[in-house]
């Protein structure tokens, strides 16, 4: 059996430098420093991004998915880089982590994961995409567009490697249940869930031709996690490319008409998911719009080569400009829905306050 290799994405926001729009240069250091001394032996290659407020490691592996290794490794770098950030009085130092001590496994203790395992090909181009200001459901409509959408994708119709579809993996955020969908076929079955991405998300995609993962995603959510609000949960995807999976420019393609996600300012807005380029990331107006970063990675025996910074190319000033213009509209309508978000999507809300001092000033209506 050939030997596997596992990509781990595992990311939190431990501080934001200003406010909640960027990480400061001492945690990223803090972050590479603490990878490279203790990661040594354990990971093959390791990277280490930003978008926005949050850090997002980046390893390669032999130790599969779930690794306790792996995952106290990335719970220790983010305890490493909250002591620095609270050092530097940085915003909300340590928001993301929920618990005091690991327990041997990262999942449900406030850093989003994203892995997967697999063999590497003889070209094995990974695209890890990570966005900022908004939440894992934000990934439904791309990983439609990339997997299931001939008009984004149209290895679809005339790569016969990717002519007979792709499994879905989708999860019931609520209920703590999955379920996969088989597609083209059950198309609309998986569109009666996915278009309602703050409830249902797609977790994963595999092959039907190759049976192999293409797509995976973080689809924690962390005001559920913690029962009270600590912030969108900000979310990776990774996503294999190439030879029967979406071609670099397919996934890329996905994210050039950009869409309405859930998040922005105060996680409690509508706004467009902006592609940016990793040196962009950095949401200021409003605390957005929401944004996303595609970093590509040729995997070598485990080595990530690059990143390449893929949505720094000209060819997304387009979707820049149409995030900005929506953006811009969307901001006119304020604290209207739907701009504002439902109230029961909300993470900051006065509601139940108000509600309670005004009790005795309503009456029944005639
Ligand atoms: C959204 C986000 C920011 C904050 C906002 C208020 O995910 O992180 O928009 O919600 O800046 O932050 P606090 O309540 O910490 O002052
Ligand atoms: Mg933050
Ligand atoms: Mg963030």
Redesign the pocket.
């Known amino acids: 059996m050939p030997e596997k290799v596992t990509i781990s994405v595992i990311k939190a926001d431990v501080g934001g430098w200003v406010?909640?729009s960027s990480v400061h240069p001492a945690l990223i250091e803090k972050a590479r420093e603490n990878l490279r001394e203790r990661g040594s032996g354990l990971l093959i290659d390791s990277y280490v991004a930003t978008v926005g407020d949050d850090i997002n490691l980046i390893m390669t592996h032999r130790t599969g998915v779930d690794s306790p290794a792996v995952h106290e490794l990335a719970w220790d770098t983010f305890v490493a880089c909250t002591a620095v950030a609270k050092e530097l009085k940085l915003y909300?130092a340590g928001q993301d982590l929920l618990s005091d001590a690991f327990s041997g496994n990262v999942r449900g203790m406030g850093p989003g994961v994203a892995e997967m395992e697999f063999v590497e090909r003889q070209g094995e181009p990974v695209v890890v995409f990570m966005a900022d200001?908004t939440e894992p459901g934000a990934w439904n409509l791309p990983l439609y567009r990339m997997f299931a959408d001939p008009f984004t994708t149209i290895g679809l119709i005339i790569d016969p490697k990717m002519h007979t579809g792709f499994r879905f993996e989708v999860v019931d955020l609520i209920r703590h249940k999955k379920v996969m969908f088989s597609c083209p076929e059950e198309l609309y079955d998986l569109l009666v869930f996915i278009g309602a991405p703050g409830r249902y998300c797609v977790k994963s995609v595999y092959s039907k031709a190759l049976g192999e993962i293409c797509a995976t995603s973080t689809t924690e959510r962390l005001n559920l996690t913690a029962g009270r609000y600590v912030?969108?949960d900000d979310p990776a995807l990774i996503v294999r490319c190439q030879s029967g999976m979406p071609a670099v420019g397919e996934a890329l393609e996905a994210f050039a008409n950009p869409h309405l996600v859930a998040?922005w300012?105060?996680?409690s807005n509508h706004g467009p998911l902006m592609p940016v380029s990793a040196k962009d990331a950095t949401p200021t107006r409003f605390?957005g719009p929401p944004r996303v970063v595609a970093l590509g990675f040729t995997l070598c025996n485990g080595r990530l080569l690059g990143p390449q910074d893929l949505f720094a190319d000209k060819s997304f000033d387009k979707a820049r400009q149409i995030a900005n213009d929506v953006a811009h509209y969307i901001r006119g309508l304020g604290p209207f829905e739907p701009g504002r978000l439902p109230l029961d999507e909300m993470e900051y809300t006065t509601l139940p306050d108000v509600m309670k001092r005004l009790s005795d000033r309503f009456e029944d209506v005639d």
Request: glycine content about 46%; charged content about 35%; cysteine-free.
């Open positions: 406010g909640h909300g200001k912030g969108k998040g300012m105060r996680g605390d």
